[in-house]
């Protein structure tokens, strides 16, 4: 098997210490009460996260041949999230039923994870015996515990809406300020051209394989907004009736709307004709130049019809980030090839825990001028989730078996690791799932 250089696991080691202190930092300021409590079917009690994230490395260990604990800690039996190959899969919705492991018995068991990969790096380190593979799904694992971050934040927020009181929230242990808006977005739509264009991860680091391999698609020249839909722009497609008018819904989501009674994005209230929510801030008024958050793909393209406008795909979304035209090249972020800064984007290492206003990052346009593009909110496309030509899986049951009726979001949100998103990253949800922090931006055809 292919080596890898043996400084690399010096790198490794440092990405797995900063994400478990990332995770644990998350989970802190959590009661016990609070950390076992599952708020929804779609989501997960924060602890289990906590344990499911350590088991998926408990499972590279054993992929490698080393034993974990013996099933002295915990029962594993409860963590297996989907893998079919592991065996006992106790369903997501049962998640919060079981609360096992305990807090403790989830803390030691992390202790005594960390501590056995530490020592497994330790001595690869020494054999000088650093594979691509194990490279590959030792940074996987990571990545994977990025992912478990995100969610768990959305877990936290739908469960704390469920208190009225203001106070009664988390309370991440980093909170900044808001950043200030330099200036007003000017503009409505860019240009982009069309032509043939390259889809897909083609820079250094890590990639996902469903973002490989890269490779040719043709796209007729379109127009894209050059910042994503803003709450104030929402309020005035439901204030027109939107969310009554058939006209403007794909027929699935007319029925889910109707069968769900939904009139506004999720956690908005309407108090005295004032639309009001709770975040992690505490309950405030919608902020009207925020861009949209927690809505479907069913609200998104009702929104994009009534404006005569549509969700663009993601290779028209990728391509308004990702190419640059004067290099005549992509890059890996709209700005570059840099990781975001706190001047690029509002991920999750900015701590604002909150979408920013739109115009308030104008270091991190793309070259035709898109703002936003990484952070913030979850971008919905209309492209199916699906497998790109000549796929080829890098580890079974990771992206592979999800490629049916799920549609692709681009760009990371708020909560998103600034060393997990890139133009190239995929992610996929199905069209009526509004807990993520998703928004969209429109895009038109010319004609």
Same mark, same amino acid.
């Given at each position: 098997?292919?080596?890898?250089?043996?400084?690399?696991?010096?790198?490794?080691?440092?990405?797995?210490?900063?994400?478990?202190?990332?995770?644990?930092?998350?989970?802190?300021?959590?009661? !016990?009460?609070?950390?076992?409590?599952?708020?929804?079917?779609?989501?997960?009690?924060?602890?289990?996260?906590?344990?499911?994230? #350590?088991?998926?490395?408990?499972?590279?260990?054993?992929?490698?041949?080393?034993?974990?604990?013996?099933?002295?800690?915990?029962?594993?039996?409860?963590?297996?999230?989907?893998?079919?190959?592991?065996?006992?899969?106790?369903? +997501?919705?049962?998640?919060?039923?079981?609360?096992?492991? @305990?807090?403790?018995?989830? &803390?030691?068991?992390? *202790?005594?994870?960390?501590?056995?990969? &530490?020592?497994?790096?330790?001595?690869?380190?020494?054999?000088?015996? &650093? #594979?691509?593979?194990?490279?590959?799904?030792?940074?996987?694992?990571?990545?994977?515990?990025?992912?478990?971050?995100?969610?768990?934040?959305?877990?936290?927020?739908?469960?704390?809406?469920?208190?009225?009181?203001?106070?009664?929230?988390?309370?991440?242990?980093?909170? *900044?300020?808001?950043?200030?808006?330099? +200036?007003?977005?000017?503009?409505?739509?860019?240009?982009?051209?069309?032509?043939?264009?390259?889809?897909?991860?083609?820079?250094?680091?890590?990639?996902?394989?469903?973002?490989?391999?890269?490779?040719?698609?043709?796209?007729?020249?379109?127009? !894209?907004?050059?910042?994503?839909? @803003?709450?104030?722009?929402?309020?005035?497609?439901?204030?027109?009736?939107?969310?009554?008018?058939?006209?403007?819904?794909?027929?699935?989501? /007319?029925?889910?709307?109707?069968?769900?009674?939904?009139?506004?994005?999720?956690?908005?209230?309407?108090?005295?004709?004032?639309?009001?929510?709770?975040?992690?801030?505490?309950?405030?008024?919608?902020?009207?130049?925020?861009?949209?958050?927690?809505?479907?793909?069913?609200?998104?393209?009702?929104?994009?019809?009534?404006?005569?406008?549509?969700?663009? #795909?993601?290779?028209? /979304?990728?391509?308004?980030?990702? /190419?640059?035209?004067?290099?005549?090249?992509?890059? *890996?972020?709209?700005?570059?090839?840099?990781?975001?800064?706190?001047?690029?984007?509002?991920?999750?290492? =900015?701590?604002?825990?909150?979408?920013?206003?739109?115009?308030?990052?104008?270091?991190?346009?793309?070259?035709?001028?898109?703002?936003?593009?990484?952070?913030?909110? /979850?971008?919905?496309?209309?492209?199916?989730?699906?497998?790109?030509?000549?796929?080829?899986?890098?580890?079974?049951?990771? #992206?592979?078996?999800?490629?049916?009726?799920?549609?692709?979001?681009?760009?990371? =949100?708020?909560?998103?690791?600034?060393?997990?998103?890139?133009?190239?990253?995929?992610?996929?949800?199905?069209?009526?799932?509004?807990?993520?922090?998703?928004?969209?931006?429109?895009?038109?055809? &010319?004609?």
């Amino acid at each position: 098997m292919k080596q890898v250089e043996s400084y690399e696991t010096d790198g490794l080691r440092k990405e797995f210490l900063h994400v478990r202190q990332t995770t644990m930092e998350l989970f802190e300021p959590l009661s !016990i009460e609070d950390a076992v409590m599952q708020s929804d079917p779609f989501g997960s009690p924060p602890n289990w996260h906590l344990a499911h994230v #350590t088991w998926f490395f408990h499972k590279i260990l054993e992929e490698y041949g080393l034993k974990a604990n013996d099933g002295k800690v915990v029962n594993s039996d409860y963590l297996n999230s989907y893998y079919q190959r592991y065996k006992r899969i106790l369903p +997501k919705s049962e998640r919060g039923k079981f609360p096992r492991p @305990t807090v403790n018995q989830t &803390l030691e068991y992390r *202790k005594d994870i960390e501590k056995r990969l &530490l020592k497994m790096l330790e001595r690869i380190d020494k054999e000088d015996a &650093l #594979t691509e593979k194990f490279a590959y799904d030792f940074m996987l694992a990571n990545q994977h515990e990025m992912q478990h971050q995100e969610l768990m934040i959305y877990d936290l927020q739908h469960y704390f809406n469920r208190y009225q009181d203001p106070t009664d929230n988390y309370s991440p242990k980093y909170m *900044k300020e808001f950043r200030k808006r330099n +200036k007003v977005v000017e503009g409505d739509m860019v240009t982009i051209p069309g032509g043939i264009y390259y889809l897909g991860f083609n820079g250094s680091g890590f990639s996902y394989d469903n973002e490989l391999p890269e490779h040719k698609v043709y796209l007729q020249p379109y127009q !894209i907004d050059i910042y994503p839909v @803003t709450n104030a722009d929402y309020m005035t497609f439901i204030s027109s009736g939107g969310y009554g008018d058939y006209r403007f819904w794909l027929a699935d989501g /007319w029925d889910f709307i109707s069968q769900n009674n939904w009139k506004a994005p999720l956690y908005w209230e309407n108090i005295d004709g004032q639309w009001y929510k709770k975040d992690f801030h505490g309950i405030a008024k919608v902020p009207p130049e925020q861009p949209v958050t927690n809505v479907s793909y069913y609200e998104a393209d009702a929104y994009a019809r009534w404006m005569g406008k549509r969700i663009p #795909t993601e290779a028209e /979304w990728e391509k308004a980030s990702s /190419w640059n035209e004067e290099l005549q090249k992509k890059t *890996k972020y709209p700005w570059g090839d840099e990781l975001p800064t706190e001047d690029h984007a509002n991920v999750l290492e =900015s701590w604002i825990w909150s979408a920013s206003d739109i115009g308030t990052y104008p270091m991190g346009k793309s070259y035709y001028g898109c703002h936003q593009m990484i952070g913030d909110v /979850w971008e919905w496309t209309s492209s199916e989730y699906v497998l790109y030509p000549r796929f080829k899986s890098r580890f079974q049951e990771y #992206t592979d078996k999800w490629s049916i009726n799920q549609k692709v979001l681009r760009g990371g =949100s708020f909560a998103t690791s600034k060393n997990q998103i890139r133009n190239s990253y995929r992610n996929y949800f199905k069209p009526h799932e509004r807990i993520l922090f998703s928004g969209f931006r429109c895009a038109k055809d &010319l004609m």
